[in-house]
């Protein structure tokens, strides 16, 4: 059961703290509380749920917000070094000038936040896209039937992804639709997702209404992996 914590109550908790180690807070609710400033580093907050909380100028070097929900929350220049952000809903929040260096943001939810000034290094994880920014390249899908299709993305198609590492592009060309065993080949091939979405070997598909808003990922587009494994396994 989640535990309610008021500020006065989270500072005492925090002053337990011992270096080297990880301070454990997961499953904890935070409401309408103004944290700004706060040193919250090495805390594990995994699983907890913050509604109304002001993180200005806060940090949260190497802690853990792991499916850790922050609900009408701003982090205007938080710092999230090396922190463990992955699955953290973050939808609507503000993250103005926020520092994500070296975090790890996979899977974690950025619709409708503002990034403003974000500041990323190449050690942060699933914030660049995933799949390449120029070029043509191929990606695969899987399909109904455990139908595997071989796509094209040719160099104009616009492409992109949000913090997973399934992508989204506006065409593509369908090269091959085989089996998962490589056994058996197909003419087409139907969505997942759109029943009436049909994949033709040998011709172009392309989704005239593409969603260049690309922290939202279940959206319009034709959706991809880089690799056979990562499809087979969606």
């Known amino acids: 059961m989640m535990k309610?914590?008021?500020s006065e109550e989270l500072k005492e908790q925090l002053k337990e703290r011992k270096e080297g180690s990880l301070l454990p807070l997961r499953e904890?609710?935070?409401e309408n509380a103004d944290l700004s400033g706060w040193n919250m580093d090495h805390v594990d907050f995994s699983l907890s749920t913050?509604?109304?909380v002001?993180?200005?100028?806060?940090?949260?070097k190497g802690s853990a917000i792991e499916n850790s929900l922050f609900d009408q929350c701003?982090?205007?220049?938080t710092c999230f070094q090396n922190a463990n952000m992955k699955g953290a809903a973050l939808r609507y929040d503000d993250l103005t000038g926020a520092d994500i260096r070296g975090a790890n943001l996979f899977s974690a939810v950025l619709e409708f936040a503002d990034l403003t000034d974000i500041i990323s290094?190449?050690?942060?994880?699933?914030?660049?896209?995933?799949?390449?920014?120029?070029g043509a390249f191929l990606g695969y899908k899987k399909c109904f039937n455990n139908r595997l299709v071989q796509l094209l993305i040719p160099a104009d198609a616009k492409r992109t992804?949000?913090?997973l590492n399934s992508?989204?592009?506006s065409k593509a060309k369908v090269l091959t639709i085989k089996s998962f065993d490589y056994s058996e080949e197909y003419a087409e091939a139907w969505s997942l997702v759109d029943e009436n979405f049909v994949y033709r070997r040998g011709q172009w598909v392309e989704v005239k209404d593409f969603n260049e808003d690309r922290w939202q990922d279940s959206t319009t587009g034709i959706h991809f992996w880089l690799t056979r494994e990562e499809a087979k396994a969606y």
């Open 4 to 6: 309610k914590l008021s």
């Open 167 to 169: 992508c989204r592009c």
């Open 50 to 52: 913050f509604r109304n």
């Open 28 to 30: 904890i609710l935070v």
């Open 121 to 134: 290094d190449e050690d942060t994880k699933f914030f660049r896209l995933y799949c390449p920014e120029k």
């Open 161 to 163: 992804s949000a913090t």
């Open 54 to 60: 002001c993180f200005n100028g806060s940090s949260l």
């Open 74 to 77: 701003t982090f205007r220049k």
